[in-house]
Each structure stands twice: as structure tokens, then as C-alpha cells.
């Protein structure tokens, strides 16, 4: 555990409980993807399996309990609670383009041809575009509500916190998994454009719209 | 590198 690993997290775990609270506040979903929701559901699902299989530490244990439980109650405030504020025609990505070349790919590059391994490589690569589906849905509105901002900064800003992470713990452990720093790069790459916006027009007290 | 069982990372 290094600092950029421990602020990654809480990073994660900011981005995860600001839209709980923002769904559950304004008691809307207004302008957040369900899509990218059930997308994150599935990513913590497939990769937390060792959950049943090995105990790491309270640390691990706890965070991955809190994570999968979040995306759980976030994607039913989106299609149960809250459904009448989803904004379902905008949110018009088509996940099966994401889910199907992602399965494939898990499949064919992996540390491991086990059940196991599979899934968590398939969560690995499958986070690196989850969010895909809801910055095409701001594209296509053309805006974002400033809260919206502050979740997907972090988000964003998770991942690039664990490449530091992974950079530190090459240097000073000799470890480097590929397959999670490649899939991080590109997760990272994907925010690049929304981390621009957001500093030359969110930090600036500018409510996030796009030129039509 | 650990290559199945349990991951550290989240």
C-alpha cells in the first residue's frame, strides 16, 4: 500500500458515494447513464469472485463489499426507485459493442486460462470503457449538471492515481501486471478530454456545456 | 506476479 494507491481508492470510493447521494438528494437520475451503472455493477461482480476464495486483508475485504454494494444500490435507484426521472433516450449506447469484443478479448489475452482469471481480466478491460456509454450521453446532450462533473473527475482520477500506483510499485517492488496498466492507460486516456473541460470550465465556476 | 487467487488491488 503506497500514498498513490490509498488516495486512488478513496478517489474511487468519493466518485461512487457522490452519485449515491447526488440520485438520492435530488431524488433523480436525471442525465447519469444506466447504462454505465450496470456496466460498473458487473465490472465489481466478475472481479471481486475471490471474495469467496481468499481473504486478503480488512482493507480488501471491507472496500470490496462497500464497491459492489454501492453499484448494486446505484443501478436500482436508477431503474426501480427513481425510473421516471431516467432519461432513457438519451442513453442510447449500445452496450452490446462494449461487452461482446471486451468477453472476447478476456478470453484470448489473460494471466491464466481459469474461470477465475477470465472474469477478473474481463472486469479489467471492461472498466477501461464502462464509462463510455455515459460521456456519450453527455455528448449528446451537449451538457452535465456540475455534481455530474465532480463523479466523473474522480472517477477519472482514481485510475490515473494506480497508474502512480503501478509505476511506484515497479520501482519499488519489482511488480507490474500488463494487462491492468494497459487497460489503465487507456481507461485513463478516455477521461483526457473530460479532464480538460473540466478544469477550463468547472473549476472555473462554469456549469459543463458543449458547443453544439 | 500472482497470477490467480486472491488480488491485492482493487
Given at each position: 500500500?503506497?500514498?498513490?494507491?490509498?488516495?486512488?481508492?478513496?478517489?474511487?470510493?468519493?466518485?461512487?458515494?457522490?452519485?449515491?447521494?447526488?440520485?438520492?438528494?435530488?431524488?433523480?437520475?436525471?442525465?447519469?447513464?444506466?447504462k454505465?451503472?450496470?456496466?460498473?455493477?458487473?465490472?465489481?461482480?466478475?472481479?471481486?469472485?475471490?471474495?469467496?476464495?481468499?481473504?486478503?486483508?480488512?482493507?480488501?475485504?471491507?472496500?470490496?463489499?462497500?464497491?459492489?454494494?454501492?453499484?448494486?444500490?446505484?443501478?436500482?435507484?436508477?431503474?426501480?426507485?427513481?425510473?421516471?426521472?431516467?432519461?432513457?433516450?438519451?442513453?442510447?449506447?449500445r452496450v452490446e459493442?462494449l461487452v461482446?469484443?471486451?468477453?472476447?478479448?478476456?478470453?484470448?489475452?489473460?494471466?491464466?486460462?481459469?474461470?477465475?482469471?477470465?472474469?477478473?481480466?474481463?472486469?479489467?478491460?471492461?472498466?477501461?470503457?464502462?464509462?463510455?456509454?455515459?460521456?456519450?450521453?453527455?455528448?449528446?446532450?451537449?451538457?452535465?449538471?456540475?455534481?455530474?462533473?465532480?463523479?466523473?473527475?474522480?472517477?477519472?482520477?482514481?485510475?490515473?492515481?494506480?497508474?502512480?500506483?503501478?509505476?511506484?510499485?515497479?520501482?519499488?517492488?519489482?511488480?507490474?501486471?500488463?494487462?491492468?496498466?494497459?487497460?489503465?492507460?487507456?481507461?485513463?486516456?478516455?477521461?483526457?478530454?473530460?479532464?480538460?473541460?473540466?478544469?477550463?470550465?468547472?473549476?472555473?465556476?462554469?456549469?459543463?456545456?458543449?458547443?453544439? | 506476479?500472482?497470477?490467480?487467487?486472491?488480488?491485492?488491488?482493487?
Amino acid at each position: 500500500m503506497n500514498i498513490f494507491r490509498l488516495t486512488g481508492d478513496l478517489s474511487h470510493l468519493a466518485a461512487i458515494i457522490i452519485l449515491l447521494l447526488k440520485i438520492w438528494k435530488s431524488r433523480s437520475c436525471a442525465g447519469i447513464s444506466g447504462k454505465s451503472q450496470i456496466l460498473f455493477a458487473l465490472v465489481f461482480t466478475t472481479r471481486y469472485l475471490d471474495l469467496f476464495t481468499s481473504f486478503i486483508s480488512l482493507y480488501n475485504t471491507c472496500m470490496k463489499l462497500i464497491y459492489i454494494g454501492c453499484a448494486y444500490a446505484t443501478v436500482y435507484l436508477i431503474y426501480a426507485k427513481f425510473r421516471a426521472t431516467y432519461d432513457g433516450n438519451h442513453d442510447s449506447f449500445r452496450v452490446e459493442f462494449l461487452v461482446v469484443p471486451v468477453g472476447g478479448l478476456s478470453v484470448l489475452i489473460n494471466h491464466d486460462f481459469s474461470p477465475l482469471e477470465i472474469l477478473w481480466t474481463f472486469s479489467i478491460y471492461l472498466e477501461s470503457v464502462a464509462i463510455l456509454p455515459q460521456l456519450f450521453m453527455i455528448s449528446k446532450t451537449g451538457e452535465a449538471e456540475t455534481i455530474t462533473t465532480h463523479y466523473l473527475f474522480c472517477l477519472g482520477l482514481y485510475r490515473a492515481l494506480y497508474l502512480f500506483n503501478w509505476i511506484w510499485r515497479f520501482y519499488f517492488e519489482g511488480f507490474f501486471d500488463m494487462i491492468a496498466i494497459v487497460a489503465g492507460v487507456v481507461q485513463t486516456v478516455l477521461y483526457c478530454d473530460f479532464f480538460y473541460l473540466y478544469v477550463t470550465k468547472v473549476l472555473k465556476g462554469k456549469k459543463l456545456s458543449l458547443p453544439a | 506476479r500472482r497470477v490467480t487467487g486472491g488480488k491485492d488491488e482493487l
